[in-house]
C-alpha cells in the first residue's frame, strides 16, 4: 500500500474550521430531554420496547450521559479524567447505538408499505419513534466523543495532526490506493456470505425445500421480488468494494465526465455510517437468537425456518461488520493532510482553539 500523495491547489478558509463544540450542548440536550420522557413514562408505568421496568434502567443511564456530555463542554469536565470522560460519552453512544437497532429496517418498511409492523404484524409505532430517537442521539454521542478528543489532545478533525489552523495553507490528498491486504479479505468475506442466503430464496421461489420436497409457492410476484433482492445485494457488494478498491477514491473511466476526479469522502461514507450499525446489530443479535432456537431455549421452529434464518443473520451481520471495518479503512485512507505555510508568521498571536481558556495568556484568571 502506498502513501503518496497529491497536492491539491485547495486552500481551506483561515479560522473557519473548528471543532464541533455544539454536539456537546445538543447530545447534553437530547439525553435531558429524553430522559425526562423516560422517566415520566416508567413512573406513569410504561415501558420501553415492551420491556418491563426497561424505563426505569434507560432514564438514569440517559441523565448520566448527559452528564458525560456536558462534561465536554463545560469548563468543570477540564477538571475530570479525559480518558474517563471519553470512556463515558463511548459507552452511552454504543447503548444507544445497540437500542437504536432495526430503525433502518422500520424506516425501508414505513417507505415500501406506509406503515411499521412489529414481528406479530401489529403496528409499532411507538417502538419506532424510541428507536429513531436513539438513532440521533447516537450520532449526537459519536459526534460529542470526537470533538472532545480532537480538543483536549489538540489535534485537527481535519487531519488529526497537532498543528495551528491559522498556518494551513493547503490540503493533500492522498493518490487512488486499494485497502490492506487484511481489509480486502474481511471486505470479499463480506460480499460472499450473500451467497447462501440468495441461494435459499432461489431455491424457495422454485417451489422447493432444502431437502427437495415441495415449497408452497411461487409465481411471478415472487420471482420479481427475487430479482430485486438479487439487485439490492449486487449494490451492497458495489458499495462494500468502493471502500477498499482505488475506484473508490477516484472515479474510474467508465464514470464519464466524472472520471479521474476525487470521490467526496460522504458520498460512500454517508449510506455506509446509515446502514452499517443497524445491520451489524440486527445480525449479531438476530444470529444469537436463532441459535438459541436451534437449541430449543425459545421458541419452536422448524428446521426450513432456522436454516433460512442462519443464513440471513450470517449474511446481514457479516456484511455489516465487513462494512463498517472498511469504512474505517476508507477514512483512514482518504484522510487528507493539512499543509503548513507562512501563516504561521501571519498570525502568530492566535492560540490553538485546543487549549483551555484559562490556560491562554491574556485570559482573565478567576
Request: glycine share 10%.
Amino acid at each position: 500500500m502506498t502513501n503518496s500523495f497529491t497536492v491539491r491547489a485547495e486552500v481551506p478558509p483561515v479560522g473557519r474550521w473548528r471543532w464541533p463544540v455544539w454536539a456537546g450542548y445538543a447530545a447534553c440536550g437530547w439525553a435531558v430531554l429524553y430522559g425526562c420522557v423516560l422517566l415520566a413514562i416508567a413512573l406513569d408505568g410504561g415501558s420501553l420496547f415492551g420491556l418491563p421496568h426497561s424505563a426505569w434502567v434507560a432514564a438514569p443511564l440517559l441523565l448520566a450521559a448527559a452528564v458525560a456530555a456536558a462534561a465536554t463542554v463545560r469548563p468543570w469536565g477540564r477538571r475530570l479524567p479525559r480518558r474517563a470522560v471519553s470512556a463515558a460519552v463511548w459507552t452511552a453512544a454504543v447503548l444507544a447505538l445497540g437500542s437504536s437497532a432495526f430503525v433502518l429496517l422500520n424506516l425501508i418498511e414505513l417507505a415500501t408499505t406506509g406503515t411499521v409492523r412489529d414481528r406479530h404484524g401489529d403496528g409499532d409505532w411507538p417502538g419506532f419513534i424510541e428507536r429513531l430517537c436513539f438513532a440521533v442521539g447516537a450520532v449526537l454521542l459519536v459526534a460529542t466523543a470526537l470533538s472532545w478528543r480532537h480538543r483536549t489532545a489538540g489535534t485537527c478533525p481535519r487531519c488529526g495532526r497537532a498543528h495551528s489552523p491559522w498556518a494551513v495553507t493547503a490540503l493533500e490528498h492522498p493518490a487512488a490506493h486499494a485497502a490492506s491486504r487484511r481489509v480486502r479479505r474481511i471486505a470479499y468475506a463480506g460480499c460472499a456470505v450473500f451467497v447462501p442466503y440468495y441461494a435459499i430464496h432461489g431455491v424457495h421461489v422454485a417451489g422447493y425445500a432444502l431437502d427437495g420436497s415441495r415449497f408452497p409457492s411461487s409465481g411471478a410476484l415472487t420471482w420479481s421480488r427475487w430479482f430485486l433482492l438479487g439487485v439490492l445485494i449486487a449494490l451492497a457488494v458495489f458499495l462494500l468494494l468502493g471502500l477498499v478498491r482505488p475506484w473508490g477514491m477516484t472515479f474510474p473511466r467508465w464514470t464519464l465526465w466524472a472520471a479521474g476526479r476525487r470521490v467526496p469522502r460522504f458520498l460512500p461514507l454517508t449510506p455506509v455510517w446509515v446502514v452499517a450499525p443497524t445491520l451489524a446489530v440486527y445480525g449479531t443479535g438476530g444470529g444469537i437468537y436463532t441459535i438459541l432456537a436451534a437449541a430449543g431455549v425459545v421458541g419452536h421452529y422448524d428446521t426450513e425456518t432456522l436454516l433460512l434464518a442462519a443464513a440471513a443473520m450470517t449474511a446481514f451481520g457479516g456484511y455489516g461488520w465487513a462494512l463498517a471495518i472498511a469504512a474505517v479503512s476508507y477514512r483512514l485512507r482518504t484522510r487528507p493532510r493539512c499543509v503548513p505555510g507562512a501563516r504561521d508568521s501571519v498570525a502568530p498571536h492566535r492560540d490553538l482553539p485546543s487549549q483551555p481558556a484559562e490556560t491562554r495568556p491574556g485570559a482573565p484568571r478567576s
